[in-house]
C-alpha cells in the first residue's frame, strides 16, 4: 500500500489519540483506516519476539516513530487483554524470564502515552 503524506499524518493522528484511552492493544488500532497490512511488528533487533502481525508498513514506521519522539509506550501486557479484545496471534507466548528466541513467540503489548506527553494534552 501506498499511502499519501496526509494519510500518514492522520495514520499518526489517529493512533495518538486512540493510545489516549490507555493499554490500547494491537487490535484496538487494528481498527484505525490504514493500519492493516501484510507486515509484522517484532522487538527491534529481535526478529522473533513477534509484537504484533498483519499490520501495514506505514503504521510500524508511525509507532516506532511515536515511541522514538516519547508520545506513547509499549508496556508488556497479559494475553487476557487480547482475548478480551477477541483476537491473538497463533504463536507461543513469550516466557517472562525468555531470552532467546529460536523460534517465533508473541510478546502481548499495549500502548500508553509517556508521562510527557500527558502533561501536553
Known sequence: MNMTNNQ???????IFAECKKGGV???????IDNFKGD???????????????NISSEATDVLSELIRE??????PTTPLVYLIDGQSIGLPIVK?????????????MVF?????????I
Open 8 to 14: 500518514i499524518k492522520k495514520l499518526k493522528q489517529d
Open 25 to 31: 492493544s494491537f487490535v484496538e488500532l487494528s481498527r
Open 39 to 53: 507486515f509484522c511488528m517484532h522487538v527491534p533487533g529481535i526478529p522473533n519476539a513477534v509484537l504484533w502481525s
Open 70 to 75: 516519547g508520545k506513547i509506550e509499549p508496556t
Open 96 to 108: 517472562p524470564s525468555q531470552r532467546v528466541f529460536k523460534k517465533p513467540v508473541w510478546v502481548p
Open 112 to 120: 500508553n502515552l509517556t508521562k510527557s506527553a500527558k502533561e501536553k
